[in-house]
């Protein structure tokens, strides 16, 4: 990697740090910390939804699958779609009118402290590990386009991500997920034609591609677990306490439903357009064997993209993937310092909140490092991510999004539901492979983990039911709560008045540091053209449409730009 690649990741990464630490003086409250001040604009939110979680595996995790798998991977990534219109649909809203700062919290609301409690210990002992595999491949991504060592990769880029997550809360990372959308759509966009020029166009790669690369599904990844894996897609997207957030932090229910929608929709065209290269290279260079695939991404940006670019779209592949890590970090010690610490100080400040909650978020990174630092003695990313999703997700994330729609199910049934599906899940992960000769495939790992939850609470919902029958008495009682059951809410769209123009500040800021940042990336881009041994027409003209959009931005916000100035 040249000089100018090297100084372009650093200055995009100060960038994204500055734009991070711009938010220092936001988070007076728990509220403005943690969810944005609950009026974040609900596009803001959703490509935040969107870069947290399409970020955290696509480059390394996604990027091994559709260069070992071809078409297979972006079959699988399409079930997100599906899943995240669902969700904006039927779920997204039901979490917006809970107005619980985080999932623990309408937990506590609907159950009481005790099931609060298990479930936040579980999540945050959950969250360790899944936080770390989202660290791992930021690392990955640095290692194989630098040759700087993974292990100093994941200590450096832990400490950096942390550092403005815990001083700008929620809103830094909303503002920096904007920021690597753009850079990381307007790279891709000039990837793809640069890589389909590099093979000979898209007949030599059809021609040239291995026999069933363009198949929907094969025999690892079947139409079965294709459907499995959805499910659990629905149930983590809308379930997953960090994802949670994003529907939580907008004003109202239809605007947490279009967080859903514009998740969907982009995942129905951008897993088409981002799995190309790595097809491509599958192509160009077959020999890639074991983990070897986890960098080939990144190997076609190095081959086809002019000098300067590669050093942007890494910067912005790494800040991307670190989105999942950032995300996490912030939920998780919204936890411990709303729901955990609290509780057992419920007098405490705001301010001493506030201050918790960042020291938690420093905690957490720590915990997170080692946990990455730990992933390549796992069995890879790959191997990893299917694990934990078998194992945790409708164990962790069902019982939560059926207790939005019941008001019959008991902390009891969902705490027995989520600790069986637990149990049995790592009996049959970690114990019964090394006695017997019982192993379950990835497919059958999957449909074990989803579809076991689903029949527990099933059969719990019926014999709740029945017991409401003889006994009369509803497990969701308005006095247990302090409102009315979320299936009986008005499904009208409340005003929040003062609190809205409250955080209105926040909100202007928000959109004054998006609009510079991109700004600022289209400029960037300019300069890069400068440089580029070749393709600077494409460079140039991405640059020229980012720098509009940043100055239409700005434009729409004429006081708030000059006060930037100032």
């Known amino acids: 990697m040249s000089g100018i690649d090297i100084g372009v990741i650093f200055l995009f990464s100060f960038l994204v740090f500055v734009c991070g630490m711009s938010f220092s003086k936001s988070g007076k409250n728990m509220k403005s910390f943690f969810s944005a001040g609950g009026a974040l604009p609900w596009w803001m939110s959703g490509l935040s939804l969107f870069m947290s979680f399409f970020s955290s595996g696509t480059f390394v ?66 969250a360790s590990f899944s936080t770390g595999a989202f660290l791992y491949p930021v690392a990955k991504i640095l290692e194989v386009s630098t040759g700087i060592p993974i292990t100093a990769s994941i200590i450096v880029l832990g400490i950096l991500i942390l550092a403005y997550t815990a001083v700008g809360g929620l809103w830094a990372v909303i503002v920096t997920d904007i920021l690597q959308f753009v850079v990381l759509t307007a790279a891709v966009l000039i990837v793809v034609p640069l890589a389909f020029g590099e093979i000979g166009g898209v007949s030599q790669f059809i021609a040239k591609a291995p026999e069933g690369f363009f198949n929907l599904v094969n025999e690892e990844f079947s139409w079965s677990f294709i459907v499995v894996f959805g499910l659990y897609n629905l149930f983590f997207i809308a379930g997953n306490w960090p994802y949670i957030q994003r529907y939580t932090s907008v004003a109202t229910p239809n605007d947490a439903k279009k967080v859903g929608w514009l998740f969907g929709g982009l995942y129905v065209i951008c897993p088409v357009i981002w799995m190309i290269p790595p097809m491509i290279y599958r192509v160009l260079n077959p020999d890639l064997a074991g983990l070897a695939d986890e960098g080939a991404y990144l190997l076609m940006c190095k081959q086809v993209l002019p000098l300067g670019m590669l050093g942007l779209m890494l910067g912005a592949m790494i800040f991307a993937t ?76 069902l019982p939560p999004i059926w207790a939005l729609f019941s008001p019959y199910q008991t902390g009891k049934s969902l705490l027995t539901v989520t600790l069986i599906t637990l149990a049995v899940n790592m009996l049959f992960k970690f114990v019964l492979p090394y006695i017997s000769d019982i192993s379950l495939d990835r497919k059958n790992e999957t449909f ?38 979320i299936n009986q809410q008005n499904d009208v769209d409340v005003e929040q008045g003062p609190e809205l123009v409250a955080n209105s500040a926040d909100n202007n800021l928000g959109v004054r540091v998006i609009g510079w940042g ?43 730009a000059n006060s930037e100035c100032k």
């Open 61 to 126: 995790t996604w990027g091994a699958l559709a260069y070992s798998n071809g078409w297979v991977a972006i079959t699988i990534q399409w079930t997100m779609a599906i899943s995240g219109i669902l969700i904006g649909f039927f779920i997204a809203p039901r979490w917006q009118k809970t107005h619980a700062l985080t999932a623990a919290e309408f937990i506590k609301n609907r159950f009481g402290y005790k099931v609060q409690r298990t479930y936040t210990y579980i999540f945050l002992a959950i």
């Open 322 to 397: 670190a989105s999942s890590v950032n995300t996490s970090l912030n939920l998780s010690a919204g936890v411990l310092a709303n729901d955990v610490y609290g509780y057992f100080r419920p007098k405490a400040s705001d301010k001493e909140l506030v201050k918790v909650g960042r020291i938690a978020t420093i905690l957490l990174g720590t915990i997170t490092i080692v946990i990455a630092l730990l992933v390549p003695y796992m069995g890879g990313v790959v191997t990893f991510v299917f694990a934990m999703a078998a194992i945790t997700g409708g164990a962790l994330f």
């Open 448 to 485: 074990l983990g989803i579809c076991l939850p689903i029949v527990l609470l099933s059969i719990a919902e019926i014999y709740v039911r029945l017991k409401h029958k003889r006994t009369g008495v509803v497990a969701w009682k308005t006095s247990q709560v302090g409102q009315e059951p």
């Open 518 to 560: 991109i700004a600022s990336i289209g400029i960037l881009m300019g300069a890069l053209m400068l440089v580029a041994e070749h393709s600077q027409v494409y460079v140039a003209g991405m640059g020229f449409i980012i720098l509009c959009i940043g100055g239409f931005i700005l434009s729409k916000n004429p006081k708030i």
